[in-house]
């Protein structure tokens, strides 16, 4: 069974859609990050002075 998936892996398309979407994922997990970080919702340093 190992071999079976390991040689579907191992086509070209197979292999380039899988890596496109497993990049895309984590893409889109720091996306998902970013929006949670705060940065837009604190006040800048330099606004005090």
């Known amino acids: 069974m190992r071999a079976k998936w390991l040689a579907i892996w ?3 398309v197979v292999a380039f859609i899988g890596w496109t979407l497993f990049y895309f994922v984590i893409l889109m997990a720091l996306v998902y990050l970013y929006g949670y ?3 837009n919702s604190s006040t800048f340093i330099y606004n005090e002075f």
Do not use: M, R
Request: no cysteine; glycine share 16%.
């Open 37 to 39: 970080s705060g940065l």
């Open 10 to 12: 191992h086509q070209p």
